[in-house]
């Protein structure tokens, strides 16, 4: 197996400006390319427009999360890169949804696809999570294990140059799936931000305080599982959100979510399941055999029936991982779960 095969680690450690230094020296080349996809992306001419919309998000984040723009900072010194292009890249979704609703301003819903489940075993606590993109970010994705001196150590995976998206911590487990948008707002944490405000949680429960603090840019969707067994998923807006919890708890109760709202107080849109074939899969799937480990988690991802590994021309899994919480176990592949080789990293250091 080649390293090509799989997504780079990182380690990056101390205060927020540290931990930005070192991931930008460390990803500059990969930092540069991600920059100049998002670029090619959403286009030169809506890239440049949007920084006047994303300075106000820039000013709210330094208002109220100081600690993450120091970090961004640090991330644009170290790939001598300009803060902004660290700002855009870890609005990747933010400036899509920005592009539709504020410089095209119409509504069609985005192609950004995703899956995440939760399901607790017997012995573990394991949260799955497919990335479905656009193929180009593979070459742009990395895996960042971190230690920062105040909070826990987390490991994720995202895009170079990106503060955060799902991972875990010894406490809990993130998965993400967008969700329609209704409008975009300036200021609101971006998604990379608010994962890493997730990722500072020690629970579940406490996870769900996060969402009462901070407005978001996007409505996203949150998958939390914590170590303890408890499982809430978060379908938010910019500044709503319900929480929707599994049937029973304990062993055999797991939660599954993709990209429609499950919550009829938050949106006009049709509601899944019927609005997304992946969760009426994932549903059937766990229904006829709840998973009890690593693989058969896998198996359910890489399931072709109801699409919930994604192969389309443009687009497939970019990335899939199922932590396991209570050992501190991140099992990723780079592309399709079907036929892409695994790698675990380890969320403490080897
Ligand atoms: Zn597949």
Redesign the pocket.
């Known amino acids: 197996m080649k390293n090509k095969d799989f997504y780079r680690l990182i380690e990056v450690s101390g205060t927020p400006r540290d931990m930005g230094l070192q991931h930008g020296r460390q990803l500059r080349a990969r930092i540069h390319r991600t920059v100049q996809a998002m670029r090619e992306r959403i286009g030169p001419e809506a890239y440049e427009a949007s920084w006047r919309s994303f300075q106000q998000t820039a000013r709210y984040c330094r208002a109220n999360v100081p600690e993450l723009v120091e970090e961004m900072e640090g991330i644009a010194e170290g790939a001598e890169i300009e803060f902004r292009d660290v700002l855009n890249v870890n609005a990747h979704l933010d400036l899509a949804n920005w592009r539709r609703l504020v410089w095209n301003a119409h509504n069609e819903t985005d192609a950004t696809a995703c899956s995440s489940h939760a399901v607790v075993t017997d012995s573990d606590v394991l949260l799955g999570w497919n990335g479905d993109d656009w193929h180009g970010w593979m070459d742009c994705g990395v895996v960042v294990r971190g230690r920062p001196d105040r909070g826990q150590p987390f490991i994720y995976w995202s895009l170079a140059g990106s503060l955060g998206r799902p991972g875990m911590t010894p406490h809990l487990a993130l998965g993400a799936n967008s969700l329609p948008s209704p409008r975009w707002r300036a200021d609101g944490l971006l998604y990379p931000m608010l994962c890493r405000k997730l990722l500072a949680c020690c629970s579940a429960e406490e996870a769900l305080e996060v969402f009462h603090r901070y407005p978001r840019c996007s409505a996203m969707n949150y998958l939390i599982a914590d170590r303890s067994g408890l499982l809430i998923d978060v379908e938010s807006t910019d500044d709503r959100h319900a929480v929707l919890s599994p049937q029973h708890h304990g062993p055999g109760s797991y939660l599954l979510h993709t990209n429609s709202y499950l919550d009829a107080s938050l949106t006009e849109s049709q509601l899944g399941p019927q609005a997304c074939p992946r969760l009426t899969a994932a549903q059937r799937l766990y229904a006829e055999k709840t998973p009890a480990d690593v693989a058969e988690v896998r198996e359910i991802q890489?399931d072709?029936t109801g699409g919930i590994?994604v192969?389309e021309p443009e687009a497939c899994?970019i990335v899939s991982f199922v932590a396991e919480i209570r050992p501190g176990r991140f099992h990723v592949t780079r592309g399709?779960?079907?036929?892409a080789p695994v790698r675990t990293y380890s969320l403490h250091a080897e």
Do not use: L, V
């Open positions: 890489s072709h590994c192969h899994t399709n779960p079907c036929q």
